[in-house]
């Protein structure tokens, strides 16, 4: 460019953005100053001068993607490999050009799955255009068109594998056959997918060809690529004559040939033929004597087939063993080790009847037939038969296991009994004999295999070792066998033969008990599926909506639907709610409730309206909603909006509320119409199942038999252990199986022999459908104690005559044995038995005949004979009744939600209202303070019992719930009432989800929730009910036990100033709040209190929390604190063979 400039002048020309914007310069860095004099003639040129410029540069990062799990999946994808994780090689070759001039700029060698910085020593210029491409062998070839900003460029490039073409060649002795089945796999992917190439040899084959070539064709979405590795299976044939049989492979080449070998089995049978009888000769009259026939060849024959040249080992090889059974004349045997044009030999074993046989014997075809000619062992020797029978003893009469068929192929050992003396290595300590048991467990050893006189011990071994190379074998051998584990227990038999010359029969008697073990695997959610896009229908006259209160002649109940007046609008699709004739004048409330289920995202709610005369506000989850401007009733134009992601939904039960009014002061119309629906689109992955906690039913059955071996149920973190005593035996197969599911066997297992008792499986996915959390000290009755129950109340009617007459010796001990050893279950169905067979109360006649010194054991047995409900309601009445708010705070606050609802129905069927109305008309009494303060609390969380009791816990419920009642309790620290979100959240939620709730709140916030509130709300009845729903129950009762034993000055953590009533003020009051201070004495009220209520519930975990944190177990501290006192003798032992007779805690 051409600038006139005044002469003499120094100038310095530098590049730089113009201030105005008219016009974009392009972008460029100066390379290097530009500064000169001008000078020349006046009006001329006065030189040329240089502006060196150059392009900026920025930086480029690449990221390497697999295709498959990137959402470009097309139809050139296998798309088997979706499933899988991604498999790209470690380093990956690139190379960028630069579009325009095509030359190389950069060349790189980067890893998969993360940005990798470009060096660009400038190379990448701003605004310049570049190729990214791909230098792999392995993947298929890519590129990326880039341009280069001037804040840095990142360029994601997804590859995939290079597909490869695969021929197989399958190999058979003696022909490959014709439509021969196989499949090809991922060895990455799970059984469970289907296989991604299936097919069948050629049917052109004729079955003479030793070798089939042929070309695996595959639609582009099932190609195989480059780097997997993959196996093929072999399908057998119909016949049996080709094995099922797999081969690994890995494809390293575009063009792969995989050599398939056919293992054909070849048929060898063995005819078992009887002597010839002696030569006859005829009477002379030159007649031919017909063939007599041969001998009978009956017997068990035992026999294996060897090969003649030794094997990669050194020895001969035995290629297979059998057994000829009893009435049998042949054996066909199918083996694929009997190969063609190899010699074998044929050893059949020495048995009572006959003699050991060998013949030698080539397979030049198939089948092969080897006649064994028979010999009859000679007769004058003792014959030793082994006899084994199961050891019953364990077992009751008519258990399954009793017909349990002994394995296969159970051998037994017969040696010198005084071997152990012997010296090692000689003949004396070698086996004398070896022999096999039959099914029915009976073994026979050849006459004259063991000689005369002599002293010998039999005792089980396996089939494992050559049984009949028994003169080979040393002891040491024999004992490895016996010590690598054994169906049974070790057994040994000792008997003496016979001195020569004696043919009378031994029996060598082997009594056998099964060996058993414990099994423990652990239950684990079964992956679930992504949810599919969901819709729910709100619109009124489809979906169920209600009216939660009469109006005038309209009951509480389904909303009334009515057909539409002329003036109102006509809909498509549902109808109006009211009463197109006359309804009350006022309000009307309508309420739809409808369950949001996890793994969705959270929906955006908008529906049209039309109402009569208005629609007046409308809630959502007790949350305002935007409800715009009514266009009356003749057209749908008003508009009801709840915007997504505003926290207005929540997981589970949702409420939505609206309210029409209906104006004037006589009955006349009202309707409201609504139309529309939420639609739940899926989150971006499959919500997180819930984890399976205690109380899951499962059971074990034999597959053998199909009886049921053993059942158990699971624990807090979804272990099971089920105890295998005379039930899960070593060496048999069972299917486990969830207890009410009608869904497959969880898996099939063998129980393995093992030095440990406990056989361990892998964790077992299972899909268990969510339900109401029970106590897990719950147990149902036995069958053993229910036939006691009659029994039982004699007894107990005859101790309460005794106890009654002033006779109290003997009665004591029966109580405590009948009331002391029963469940809780088992406890009600006395009572029922009781009150049926003398139409008294138990309790009421244990008080009755009861001394007064034993009031405690006395209160102590009739609460054990409540229904927990029972116990529960009129522990909460008594406490209402005398406004204590303790005892009421934890009947609520320490209990699963199920049962509260029981403790409801209880109520209001034993005092004729509900329990949370109750609470409240005792919260309006004067100087009702403590139970006003925490009334609303409690009648939340009565209300929402239901919805808390199949309420699931999902992490995101978790973070929700943590989140809002973090901002639920801020700045609330001069108030003494929950705010209602707070409430809403509590009340309907379990115990459990509540404690995760408190670790998530410790996680985001830095510390628990229960710190929180003490830090928002004042001390007090309500902090001290907020508190106790978030700490464990076991906990706290095993705390107060410890005060009720030593006082609460010596028992930090327990908050309380005395352990019995709060509200007296007489002497015996004070007193009492002296000894719960100080533990002179045991409070004996805390601890009947405590096992009665617990008992059947959670008492097993209490006591693991006392020895856990006092060191000391819960039995023996009662032992020793309970001692004085009158009447203390026998509540101490009733309370101590209660806990006892807990079933054992697992955390």
């Known amino acids: 460019f051409t600038l006139a400039l005044p002469l003499g002048e120094h100038v310095a020309v530098a590049c730089q953005p113009l201030g105005d914007r008219r016009w974009e310069p392009v972008p460029a860095s100066q390379h290097e100053p530009c500064e000169f004099n001008v000078s020349g003639p006046r009006g001329g040129v006065a030189g040329t001068q240089v502006l060196y410029l150059s392009p900026p540069v920025a930086p480029v990062s690449v990221t390497i993607l697999s295709a498959h799990h990137e959402g470009s999946g097309d139809g050139h994808v296998a798309h088997w490999l979706k499933s899988l994780e991604p498999k790209l090689p470690e380093r990956i070759a690139l190379e960028v050009r630069h579009e325009q001039a095509g030359a190389p700029v950069a060349s790189a060698t980067v890893s998969p799955g993360s940005a990798t910085m470009l060096s660009d020593e400038g190379r ?91 070309s695996l064709s595959l639609p582009t979405e099932q190609q195989l690529v480059l780097g997997e590795a993959y196996v093929l299976t072999l399908e057998g044939s119909a016949d049996g004559m080709i094995e099922t049989s797999s081969l690994d492979f890995e494809v390293a080449q575009l063009d792969t040939r995989l050599i398939v070998k056919v293992g054909k089995r070849n048929q060898l049978r063995l005819m078992f033929l009887g002597p010839m009888p002696e030569a006859s000769y005829g009477s002379g009259d030159g007649d031919d004597e017909v063939d007599a026939p041969r001998a009978d060849a009956s017997g068990v024959i035992p026999f294996l087939v060897r090969t003649t040249h030794p094997g990669p080992t050194g020895q001969l090889e035995t290629v297979l063993r059998g057994e000829k059974a009893y009435a049998d004349l042949q054996s066909a045997v199918l083996h694929v080790g009997l190969a063609v044009g190899e010699e074998f030999v044929v050893e059949t074993a020495r048995t009572q009847k006959w003699e050991a046989l060998s013949v030698r014997f080539s397979m030049h075809a198939t089948p092969k037939t080897v006649e064994l000619r028979l010999k ?13 029978t199961n050891d019953e003893s364990s077992l009751p009469e008519g258990h399954w296991a009793r017909a349990l068929p002994f394995p296969r192929n159970l051998g037994f050992v017969v040696r010198p009994a005084d071997a152990d003396r012997a010296s090692k290595g000689s003949k004396e300590s070698r086996p004398a004999a070896l022999g096999l048991l039959s099914s029915d467990g009976v073994g026979q050893l050849a006459a004259g295999s063991l000689p005369g006189g002599a002293r010998y011990a039999a005792m089980l071994t396996r089939s494992g ?36 010359g004696s043919t009378a029969p031994l029996t ?135 915007p997504a992601q505003e926290g207005c939904f929540r997981l589970g039960t949702n409420v939505l509320q609206v309210t029409v009014a209906n104006s004037g002061s006589a009955d006349n119309p009202l309707g409201f119409y609504c139309s529309g629906q939420l639609a739940l689109s899926p989150a971006t992955a499959a919500a997180e199942p819930a984890p399976i906690g205690r109380g899951v039913r499962v059971f074990a059955r034999h597959v053998g038999c ?113 009331l002391g050893s029963r469940r809780h279950a088992e406890l009600q169905e006395l009572r029922v038995a009781y ?36 116990l529960d309601a009129l522990t909460a009445s008594k406490a209402l009744e005398r406004g204590e708010v303790l005892p009421l705070t934890e009947a609520i606050c320490t209990s699963l939600p199920h049962s509260l609802v029981q403790l409801e129905s209880a109520h209001r069927e034993l005092f004729r209202e509900s329990l949370a109305d109750a609470i ?29 009791s199949t309420a699931v816990s999902a992490s995101e419920a978790v973070e929700a719930d943590c989140r809002a009642l973090h901002e639920a309790f801020l700045g609330r620290a001069e108030r003494s009432s929950v705010p209602a979100e707070a409430a809403r959240v509590l009340g309907s939620r379990d115990r459990a989800h509540l404690r995760r709730v408190d ?125 004085f006192g009158s009447g203390a003798s026998e509540l101490c032992k009733l309370a101590c063979a209660i806990v006892e007779g807990s079933p054992p805690y697992e955390a």
């Open 508 to 642: 060598a008697a082997l009594s056998l008990r099964r060996r058993t073990r414990d099994l423990r695997f652990r239950l684990v959610p079964a992956p679930s599926a992504a949810p599919q896009p969901l819709t729910i229908s709100l619109t009124t006259g489809d979906a169920p909506w209600t009216q939660p209160q009469a109006h005038g002649r309209f009951a509480a109940g389904p909303a009334p639907t009515t057909a539409p007046r002329s003036a109102w609008y006509k809909p498509s699709a549902g109808s109006w709610l009211g009463d197109s004739a006359a309804w009350p004048a006022g309000d009307a409330v309508f309420e739809l409730r409808f369950d949001l289920p996890p793994g969705y995202t959270e929906p955006a709610l908008e529906l049209l309206y039309a109402a009569d005369n208005t629609l007046s506000h409308a809630m959502l989850n007790d949350r305002p909603l935007d409800i715009g401007g009514s266009r009356g009733f003749q057209t749908l134009g008003g508009v009801l909006r709840a």
């Open 920 to 948: 409240q008309r005792a919260a309006q009494r004067p100087r009702a303070d403590a139970i006003a303060a925490v009334a609303p609390l409690l009648a939340e969380l009565l209300a929402r019992a239901a919805e808390a």
């Open 835 to 870: 009150l049926e067979r003398h139409r008294r109360e138990l309790a009421d006649d244990l008080a009755a005949a009861a001394p007064a010194f034993k009031g405690f054991a006395t209160r102590l047995e009739t609460q054990l004979l409540r229904s927990k409900p029972e």
């Open 124 to 214: 990448f210029f701003v605004g310049q255009s570049y190729t990214l491409q791909l230098r792999d062998a392995v993947l298929e070839d890519a590129k990326r068109d880039f341009t280069v900003h001037h804040s840095g460029t990142s360029v994601r490039l997804l590859v995939r594998p290079r597909s490869t073409r695969l021929s197989l060649a399958f190999t058979c002795e003696g022909g490959v056959p014709p439509g021969l089945g196989f499949q090809i796999r991922s060895k990455r992917a799970p059984a469970s997918h289907s296989p991604i190439a299936t097919g069948r040899t050629p049917d052109s084959l004729t079955g003479r060809d030793e070798t089939a070539e042929m």
């Open 706 to 818: 199909g009886a049921v071996a053993v059942e158990g149920a699971s624990t807090g973190n979804g272990s099971v252990v089920l105890r295998g005593h005379a039930a899960l035996f070593v060496g048999e197969r069972y299917d486990l199986h969830l207890a009410a599911s009608p869904s497959p066997a969880l898996g099939q297992f063998v129980v393995e022999d093992g030095p440990d008792p406990e056989l361990r499986l892998p964790d077992m996915p299972a899909t268990v459908e969510p339900a109401p959390l029970g106590w897990y000290d719950e147990q149902p009755s036995r069958s053993e104690m229910q036939s006691r129950t009659s029994s039982d109340v004699d007894r107990l009617s005859e101790a309460l005559k005794r106890r009654s007459g002033g006779f109290g010796m003997g009665s004591t001990s029966t109580l405590l044995d009948v």
């Open 999 to 1123: 670790e998530a709140h410790a996680r985001s916030y830095g510390a628990p929730l229960s710190q929180h509130i003490k830090g928002c709300m004042p001390d007090g009845p309500l902090r001290y009910a907020l508190l106790l729903l978030l700490e464990r129950a076991e906990d706290y009762y095993a705390r107060k036990l410890h005060a009720a034993f030593h006082g609460i000055r010596k028992t930090p953590g327990v908050n309380l100033k005395t352990l019995g009533p709060s509200t007296r003020r007489t002497l015996t009051a004070r007193l009492e709040r002296t000894q719960s201070m100080s533990g002179l004495m045991t409070h004996d009220g805390t601890v009947i209190a405590i096992i009665s209520s617990r008992c059947g519930r959670d008492l097993s975990g209490v006591a693991a929390s006392y020895e856990r944190l006092y060191r000391k177990p819960l039995v023996a501290e009662m032992r020793a604190c309970m001692t």
């Open 465 to 500: 070792v050559p049984l009949y190379d028994a003169l080979g074998l040393h002891e040491q051998q024999v004992t490895a066998a016996l010590e690598a584990g054994s169906v049974f227990e070790p057994s040994c038999y000792e008997f003496s033969t016979e001195p020569p």
């Open 376 to 388: 009859p062992a000679p007769p004058g020797a003792p014959q030793v038969e082994v006899r084994a």
